[in-house]
């Protein structure tokens, strides 16, 4: 070793020498942003020389480790030590399905809720009786259109009553059973209800058809029946009452078994292939409710008051019809009486005629009087004359003195 430091002494010191005005200028030195170097110590901009050769030096390796460091790290995290994910990731799938079970059921009862509360407010609104029933099952055949509910004989259903949802009829029961009942539904083909145009005032029987279409049958050709006219109940078959929405008009085709006859496709207005709630109407007795009892009750009222002012003025024009005066004498006997020395019953007399007073200036318009002849107008002022009575033929008895004439008591109260 010392000789070899003897032997290169004088290149050593000169090597040592180097790196010493070396390092000297690289603390003097300074870059600037622009690459250029300086020897300005006042440029804040600048970094020394030694500092850029010793970062040069010591990031690679620096970038070495770091990234060595981050592989190892993710290397433990993402494989090694995931020896307990899958049992966590089964946990949480678990957790999941669990969750969306959950939630469905939650959505279905919410719906659920929303029909029921539907039901309910059209339930208090009906003026019938009904009963909420569930539909609790299907016949399975395609040819045969009924379902079953949940409420029977136990419950009062009873056959041919009247199944309805808010939106529109759905059938009537066919069967009944204590717990369950069938129902027939209004698009089948052995069905049938009484219903009516809408506008028209066309009344029909309305049956399914092969492929579960409702349809009114029995109609002549009307040019009047146009599409979305609306079908209601007509009343008539005595299970729907009337004036229940059935559906409205799609299209009208001709009948092919009979001519100028006319079959009317009608869509339901009722889900026929989703029901879940529906409502029997189990008494066509009205159900008022206590608003609509206090409304009878107060027009009960008002009417027996009408009643009893209208029998008061009758009572009041009868008392005033007895006491003005009439053409019947009220001391001559009924008719029919023996009056008292007589030996039988006088003959019925007829009514007194009034007389007719004798007119003071007759004219044309007079009954009885003979029109005079219209005179010219002169040219003085008329001299006003009496008047003097008309002479009658020596036939007919003269006429009493205006003075004498007794009037009647019709005309008793007539100022001539």
């Known amino acids: 070793m010392d000789s070899f430091f003897t032997r290169y002494r004088n290149l ?49 390796p620096e970038q070495v480790f770091h990234a060595a460091k981050l592989g190892i790290v993710n290397l433990w995290q993402n494989y090694i030590d995931l020896r307990h994910a899958r049992v966590q990731n089964q946990e949480l799938q678990k957790t999941v399905d669990r969750l969306r079970l959950e939630q469905a059921s939650l959505l279905e009862d919410a719906r659920q809720g929303e029909r029921l509360q ?21 016949s399975g055949n395609d040819s045969s259109r009924v379902f079953y509910i949940d409420k029977g004989s136990s419950d009062g259903i009873e056959r041919d009553m009247a199944v309805i949802t808010p939106e529109g009829i759905v059938g009537k029961v066919r069967e009944v059973f204590p717990r369950s009942s069938q129902v027939l539904a209004i698009n089948d083909q052995t069905s049938g209800a009484g219903v009516i145009l809408e506008t028209t005032r066309t009344r029909g029987i309305l049956r399914g058809d092969a492929a579960g279409r409702p349809q009114i049958v029995g109609i002549l050709a009307d040019q009047r029946i146009q599409p979305g006219e609306k ?21 009208v085709r001709p009948d092919p078994d009979r001519d100028s006859f006319i079959d009317v496709i009608v869509k339901p207005a009722a889900h026929l292939d989703r029901l879940d709630e529906v409502l029997v109407i189990t008494s066509t007795e009205p159900q008022l409710s206590a608003e609509q009892q206090q409304d009878q009750a107060t027009s009960e009222v008002l009417k027996g008051a009408e009643a009893a002012a ?18 019947a004498d009220p001391n001559a006997p009924a008719p029919g009486t023996v009056p008292p020395g007589q030996d039988h019953a006088a003959p019925p007399q007829a009514p007194p005629v009034p007389k007719l007073l004798h007119p003071l200036r007759p004219d044309r318009f007079t009954p009885g009087a003979e029109p005079q002849p219209v005179q010219e107008q002169e040219t003085s002022p008329p001299v006003r004359q009496e008047h003097k009575p008309e002479t009658k033929p020596e036939s007919k008895p003269e006429s009493k003195p205006l003075q004498q004439a007794t009037p009647s008591p019709a005309h008793a109260g007539r100022n001539p």
């Open 310 to 327: 209208i029998k008061q003025q009758q009572k009041a024009s009868q008392i005033m019809a007895e006491r003005l005066p009439g053409l």
């Open 231 to 251: 079908v209601l109940t007509a009343g008539g078959d005595l299970v729907f009452p009337r004036g229940l929405p059935v559906g409205e008009v799609v299209r």
């Open 12 to 60: 050593l010191v000169l090597l040592a020498m180097l790196l010493a005005q070396i390092i000297g200028l690289a603390v003097q030195v300074r870059r600037t942003d622009s690459g250029h170097n300086t020897l300005d110590a006042r440029d804040p901009t600048g970094v020394r020389l030694i500092r850029l050769w010793a970062d040069a030096v010591v990031t690679p």
């Open 118 to 138: 539907a039901l309910l407010n059209f339930q208090q609104r009906y003026i019938y009786k009904t009963l909420a029933a569930q539909a609790i099952g299907s």
